[in-house]
């Protein structure tokens, strides 16, 4: 039986916003299995839908660069937020932007990419490891493009430029007026940071994540003791909420809840003067999705009075 700590009851928690002591017992059912402990809760209709946004858990930077009708967005990782305001790593992360906006976004090829001022991209990661003390590695990197429109960009929690926190890009197809579509791209690139859609519309939600979905609604309304047609209705209508909550198209608008995103998308086309087409959109938030061992120095201090009680 895996050990359940007080730090995995704080994310559980945090993740569902059920209670401690269901939060704990939870994790002890699935052996720590944190995901399994989530959807556990929300079968016993204890949990809200499981939050997306992934805690940071690395250090580093996310860097973007381009503009136009093509940008990219990459990340690096450090070891330290220390690192990540050193004025030597924010220039490794513009120039490894720069790289990949003018050659592939593939982790392998931009290392093997020649460098600006000689050698490639790994050797310089390498040299400054060496000069800096502290580990770092090329995470990822994602480019759109369109053939008309624009590629419009938000960094949140920015340290520099094209440098910050959580990067986004999204792009937007049309014939109309670039500055109005940069405005509204902006607009939902900001939206995108701040409801972290998983996808751009119901038919790109990867089949897996609505399996999982219809599962754990399909056993919460069975728990209730609901006969087999009245639970497909259940199901069939809370995924549709459940594409609302998820899909950037059929989010509610952070900067007018009165509309959707697609709603405000298609508003911006009168200034635009031609219609606009959202393509796609990539939000990296730095460290999402990465394990990282954490001291909970106050559960320590707790644990050991307890013990010395």
């Known amino acids: 039986m895996a050990e359940i700590t007080a730090s995995m009851v704080k994310e559980l ?15 002890n059912e699935t052996g720590g299995d944190m995901e399994a402990a989530v959807d556990l809760l929300r079968k016993k209709g204890l949990a809200k839908a499981a939050k997306k946004a992934g805690r940071v858990a690395a250090e580093g930077l996310v860097g973007i660069a381009g503009g136009g009708t093509k940008a990219v967005v990459v990340e690096l990782n450090s070891e330290t937020d220390f690192v990540a305001r050193n004025d030597q790593f924010q220039a490794l992360v513009r120039n ?29 990661i390498a040299n400054l490891v060496a ?19 624009v590629v419009a960009s938000y960094l949140h929690n920015a340290v520099g430029d094209g440098l910050g926190k959580i990067g986004v890009i999204v792009a937007l197809e049309s014939t109309g007026n670039v500055e109005a579509l940069g405005a509204i791209g902006r607009q939902v690139a900001m939206h995108i940071a701040a409801a972290n859609p998983v996808a751009l ?7 897996a994540v609505i399996e999982r979905e219809r599962g754990v609604l399909s056993e919460k ?15 069939d209508s809370g995924l549709k909420t459940f594409f609302k909550e998820v899909c950037l198209v059929d989010q509610m608008f952070v900067h007018d809840s009165s509309k959707t995103v697609a709603q405000a998308v298609k508003e911006a086309e009168k200034a635009a003067g ?15 999705g990465i394990e990282k061992e954490t001291a909970d120095f106050a559960a320590e201090v707790a644990a050991a009075v307890g013990g010395n009680g």
């Open 221 to 235: 309304a069975r728990a209730s003791g609901k006969p087999d047609n009245v639970i497909e209705k259940i199901v």
């Open 274 to 288: 031609a219609p606009i087409v959202l393509k796609g959109f990539v939000r990296y938030a730095l460290g999402e």
């Open 131 to 149: 000069t800096i003390g502290e580990n770092m590695s090329l995470r990822r990197a994602a480019a759109l493009s369109v053939n008309a429109g």
């Open 96 to 124: 490894v932007a720069g790289v990949a906006l003018n050659g592939s976004t593939d982790v392998e090829a931009i290392k093997n990419a020649a460098y600006p001022g000689g050698g490639t991209v790994q050797e310089a």
């Open 201 to 207: 519309e119901a038919s790109s939600v990867d089949p």
């Open 13 to 27: 928690r945090e993740k569902t916003d059920a209670g401690m002591m269901d939060c704990k017992a939870a994790l």
